[in-house]
Every structure is written in C-alpha cells, then in structure tokens.
C-alpha cells in the first residue's frame, strides 16, 4: 500500500496539464460536495427551537431545518455528475499511463488500487479545504458545537474522499490494461443495465405506494402524502428521461444518418447511433434539474398566489418568500454545477478525440463542420429528453396547483414551460464553451505522434 | 511511367524553414512534384518528413521560403482557402487516424462529396466506386475499428482520391501495416494514380515502399541530401 500511495504521488506530481485540469475540478467537486454535506449534517445535529437569525428564521424550527437538510442533500446529485465527468478528463491519457504500469510489471488489482488513491488523494485536498472552512464558521457561529455535529463532520470528510475512491474504480471497470502495453475500454451495454431496470421498478413502485396512500388517506392524509407522490414523480420522471435519452439518441442517430446529406449532421447523427448511451450518462443530471426547476417554477407560482390569498399568515410574509427563494437559489446552484459538468463532458470529448480532429482537419473538414457535429451531439438527444423531463415537471407543478385549488380559481402555471427552454438554450451555450478549444485541439502537432 | 519534368512542376517549394520551437525542423529545403509524378521523400526518424508534408498540404505555414500550386503562392492563403484546397485540390492519407471512426467505411468516403455539397446519393454511389476499386464494397458498411488494418488504409486512399485531387499526400502510409497489406495498399496507390494522373507525395523511412516512386528525395536534419539517381545511390 506504501507503494501504491507513492506511486499514485509521483504520477500526480509529474502530470501534465490536462491532468492538472482534471485534479483541479475533481477538487473542486469534493469540496462541493464536502461543503454541502457539512451544512447538511450541522443543521441535522440541531435539535429542537433553535434560534439562529438568519433568512427570516427558516432554519429556527426542526420542520423547515429539515427541509434545508434534504435540500442540500438533493444537491450532491449534481455535484457527483460533476465529480464523475471530471474524472473522464484526461482519461486518454491516464488509460495510457495505466497500460504502463501493466507493462512494468503492477497487477489488474495494482493499477487498480493506485487509480483509486490518486483520485482519494484529490477529493481529499477538497474535502480538507472545505471541512477546515467549515469548522472555522461552525466554531466562529456556535459555542459548543454538539457531540453529533462533530462526527457527522468527521463522517463526511473522510466520506467524500473514500466515496472518491470507489467512483474511480467503478469508472475503470470497464477498462482492461494490457501487460502488452494498450488499453481498450470494453463497450458498453447498448441498452440499460439490470440495475437502471431495478432502480426504475423502485421508483414506479415508490410511486404507486405513494398513489395507494393518497388514495387511503384522501382527505385529512392527503398533506402527507403529496410530497411523497411528488418526489415519486420526479423519480420517475427522471429515470424514464435517463431512458429516453438513450432510446430517442439511437433512433435519432439511426434516422437521421440514413437519410441526411449534411456533414455535421452526418457525424453527429453517427456517434450517436454508435454509442447512444454515452450522451444518456452526460445528460442524466440535465434531465433531473429541468424536471425539478420546471415542477418548483409551477409550485412557487402556486405558493405565491396562496401567500396573496391568505388574510392571516401563521408567520411573516418574508419567512414564506424567503423559503421560496432560497429553494429557487438552490436548483439554480444545482443547474450551474450541472452545466459545468456538461461543458467539461463535452470538451472532454473534444480531448480524448482530438488527433482523429486534427487528421480531419488537415484533410479539409473545416472546424466549422466539426464545430456544428460537436453542437448537435448535445442538441439532438437533449431535446425529445428534456422536453420529457419538463412536461413531467409540468405536470407536477399542475398537479399542486389542483391539490391546492379549494375555489376553482388557481390558474395553470404555463410560465414553467419556459424552464426547460431555458435549460435546453442553457445547455447549448454550455456545449459552445468548447468550441473555443476545438481550434486549440486540432494543432498539426496531434499528428506528429500517436 | 515516369513523370515528364520538361513542364513546370505542379508543386514547388524553395527553401523551406520551418522551426518547432528551438528545432529547426527544415532548414532551406526546395522540392518539385510534377504532375503524374510519384515521388518519395525518405530519411531517418526526425528527419523533416512529416513536416515538409504538412507545408507543402497546407497543414502549417513555414517560417520562411515559399509553395506555388499550379503557378499559385499557396503558404500565404487564409486558412479558409488552404481548407477548400486540401478538400478539393489534394488528397491526404496518413499512418492511421484519419478515418472518423463512427462513420462506416462507405460515409467516411462519401464525407469529402458531402463537404463539397454533392447530394447523399451521388456520394454514397461515388463513394462505393473507389471501394469497389479497392476491393473493400464487402467492408462498406463496417466501421474502422471493425476493419483490418490493410482494409481501413484503402478505405483512406478511396477517401483521399475520390474528389480527384491533383496530389495525394501520404505520410506513411504502410507504416502500422505488415509487408504483405503494405504491399497491397502501395499497389492500390500507386495504380490509382498512374491511372487518374495523380501525383503523389510519398513519405517513407522503407526502401521497398520507396522503390513504387518515380524518383526519391532523402531528406537529413531538415535538409536534402540527395535527389534523383543520387538519391538511390545514398540509399544504398
């Protein structure tokens, strides 16, 4: 083990700059995740009436605390579609390192172990930096900090970098370094696993349950019970989205490149029929924050009408607004961390891509084509998806509406609609940011070596 | 066939300097190709090859010195020209790499039509022609990584000749094949040309492949050598 962690050292030391790219933003993800993690648990480590003064006394009471936690908990789910994209940079490069290990003579097991400590090491540096920060706050904030605070606090900042490890190796179980000295990556399945099959009958039995207990409880239940069919449907919504994207890529791909005449297209449509599945895993986070951002942009719509409505609110105005807001600042926070994770997905792609780029280049493709190919990739499995995504969201946001319409007078929260526009234009714009690089990618040098 | 030098040279370069960083990588090389001719630029590892190809395609602009096509200054064009060039006017196969590895085989070769805004069917039609003559229709639908290594290097000469370049430029191009598919993908070329009238600019470090060429140029530390039936005498 001594080994390995000194080897994984020197690799890291003596790595280049794309490397560094790579340990930067997987550093970058781990004190993210770290950060929002450590709020979760300290708020979790409250107990009972505890006055802390900030955002109208939102996080006073147990109830609304509560909802903060799992708030910053839904969080890590875009963060960790980050950490995972981060770890596919430089991943050419890193797979050839691998082989050369094989080939001095390191096990299967070996390269292995050595992969997950180099990337345990770099979420640590993250982690280490926000717990310090976090503790800074926790001390300056509050006197005696509880026994529970403190070991959630232990917990996550070993958490996070242990959970680092185990996502590298997962991302390397489909890689097989030779002692010969290649590597290949084993294909994919061209459909979905058994555990994204296994996961999707959860949710749709999660939902039915949720379903059955509305139905029980129809009346003085349905209060319990609708947060419960809303987050059901979210999961659902999602997984489904998760499908489609890889359904509607392939056929997408398979149409489009038997009939069209356009270059770009042509490419476009051609690596998606090739690996639909690869867009599916990049896109799965755009899909859950569409659905949910377009579901609370419906709600927030139907909440502030019932805010107007009511002569006699249980707590100031601002205490409900400020709720309101600071969930709206969350999905906003968690669509930026996802877009930042699509654009690195997609100038990832342009690296691991860029001698074959500059061989197309030198042979007269003009970037502009290759630039348009590099768009569409994004465009054409993203939309039949996200528009999946935000009618789901929509229909969420309708439903409340229903649910809280006692005089027939609340209206349908068609400006929801615009979000997965949004999202969609967001998401073009995040897939554009590499086009820049694409100039940068093709240099006549690519050919120069293998 | 040998080429006729008595007419001015298709492509010419005079005294080409081109520096990666400190090293000089050519330091005043002059080349002609003729048109029909097949000409072999040969020299050791770090040589100058690949670079004096990558000037004379359009690929990097030298330092100093100059390239005329057809009487034209080319290593001044914006980069917007120099692409319609090298997609209409020349034809470039390298090592491996070139083929976009999600196309088939047949849209692979069918990509330059398409780029040149010929419609799907032509294309395709065209395209499955020079696979025909390459003896690789059987493989049109496979994809390069599903191709042998000889089967996907014909695939790039069908690719690189079916726009009807003037030149072809191939950086070793037999250089990850065995003797045997270096054979026949040389054959290919080589009968391609002859029959279109193409010329070729052939770079090798092997003396068999080199033997297909018209004439020979040894290119050492950036600078030649020897030409002609001198050159065939240094090679010996």
């Known amino acids: 083990m001594r080994n390995d962690l000194r080897l994984a050292r020197l690799l890291v030391a003596g790595s280049d700059r794309r490397e560094w790219w790579r340990i930067t933003l997987t550093a970058i993800g781990a004190l993210l995740a770290t950060g929002f993690a450590l709020a979760a648990v300290v708020l979790g480590a409250l107990r009972g009436h505890h006055p802390l003064g900030i955002a109208h006394g939102l996080f006073d009471n147990p109830g609304e605390r509560q909802g903060v936690v799992i708030s910053l908990l839904l969080l890590l789910v875009p963060v960790f579609g980050f950490l995972g994209q981060c770890a596919r940079i430089g991943a050419v490069h890193r797979d050839r390192r691998l082989a050369g290990l094989r080939l001095a003579g390191a096990t299967p097991a070996q390269v292995r172990r050595i992969a997950a400590v180099e990337a345990g090491l770099t979420c640590l540096a993250g982690s280490a930096v926000a717990t310090v920060f976090s503790v800074l706050l926790l001390v300056l904030n509050w006197s005696v900090p509880s026994g529970y605070a403190w070991a959630g606090i232990a917990v996550v900042a070993l958490g996070v970098p242990v959970a680092g490890m185990l996502v590298s190796v997962l991302a390397l179980r489909r890689v097989v370094a030779s002692p010969l000295g290649w590597v290949r990556r084993v294909r994919p399945q061209t459909r979905p696993g058994p555990l994204f099959l296994v996961a999707l009958v959860l949710f749709t039995g999660v939902a039915a349950v949720a379903y059955v207990s509305m139905a029980d409880h129809r009346g003085r239940g349905a209060v319990l019970s609708g947060p419960l069919l809303v987050f059901a449907v979210l999961l659902v919504t999602g997984a489904a989205a998760l499908w489609l994207v890889g359904a509607t890529a392939r056929l997408t791909g398979r149409l489009l490149a038997a009939r069209t005449g356009r270059p770009a297209v042509l490419i476009a449509a051609e690596r998606l029929r090739d690996d639909p599945w690869a867009a599916a895993r990049t896109h799965a986070a755009v899909l859950l924050v569409t659905a949910v951002a377009t579901a609370f942009a419906g709600i927030r719509q139907v909440l502030l009408e019932v805010l107007d409505s009511q002569k006699h609110l249980g707590a100031s105005r601002a205490f409900y607004t400020t709720g309101i807001d600071l969930t709206a600042v969350a999905i906003g926070v968690a669509l930026v961390i996802t877009l930042s994770g699509l654009a690195v997905g997609t100038a990832e792609s342009l690296a691991t891509r860029r001698r074959g780029l500059a061989a197309q280049v030198a042979a007269g493709v003009p970037r502009a084509v290759l630039g348009r190919a590099l768009l569409l990739e994004t465009a054409l499995p993203l939309a039949p998806a996200v528009l999946l995504a935000g009618l789901g969201g929509m229909a969420v946001g309708t439903g409340y509406a229903a649910l809280t319409d006692d005089g027939g007078s609340r209206s349908v929260p068609w400006a929801a609609l615009l979000v997965p526009l949004a999202v969609y234009a967001a998401c073009l714009l995040a897939a554009a940011t590499s086009l820049p690089l694409l100039r940068r990618s093709v240099r006549p040098g690519e050919l120069r070596y293998a | ?236």
Not at chain 2, 144 to 168: D, I, K
Request: charged share 25%; hydrophobic share 45%; glycine share 12%.
């Open chain 2, 1 to 236: 066939m040998t080429a006729d030098n008595s007419t001015a040279p298709l492509l010419a370069a005079r005294g080409l300097v081109k520096a990666h960083g400190r090293t000089e990588a050519l330091r005043g090389v002059s080349v002609e190709l003729a048109a029909g001719e097949i000409l072999a630029v040969t020299g050791p590892s770090g040589s100058g090859k690949s670079t004096l190809l990558h000037c004379l395609a359009g690929i990097v602009r030298p330092d100093r010195g100059a390239i005329t096509y057809g009487g034209e200054r080319i290593d001044q064009l914006p980069e917007a020209r120099l692409s319609e060039l090298r997609r209409t006017e020349f034809g470039v196969v390298f090592q491996f790499g070139q083929l976009i590895p999600e196309l088939t085989a047949l849209d692979n070769v069918a990509l330059p039509l398409l780029l040149a805004g010929r419609g799907r069917t032509e294309a395709r039609a065209s395209a499955g022609e020079w696979l025909e003559r390459f003896g690789v229709r059987g493989q049109q639908e496979l994809r390069p990584g599903e191709l042998s290594g000889g089967q996907a290097q014909r695939v790039a000469l069908a690719r690189a000749l079916v726009t009807g370049p003037e030149v072809v430029f191939a950086d070793e191009p037999t250089g990850a094949l065995d003797s045997l598919a270096g054979e026949q993908v040389m054959t290919a070329l080589a009968h391609a040309a002859r029959e279109s009238g193409t010329s070729v600019l052939l770079i090798t470090h092997d003396a068999r492949i080199a033997a297909y060429a018209d004439r020979e140029v040894i290119l050492r530390d950036g600078a030649e050598v020897a030409e002609g039936a001198d050159a065939v005498e240094v090679s010996r």
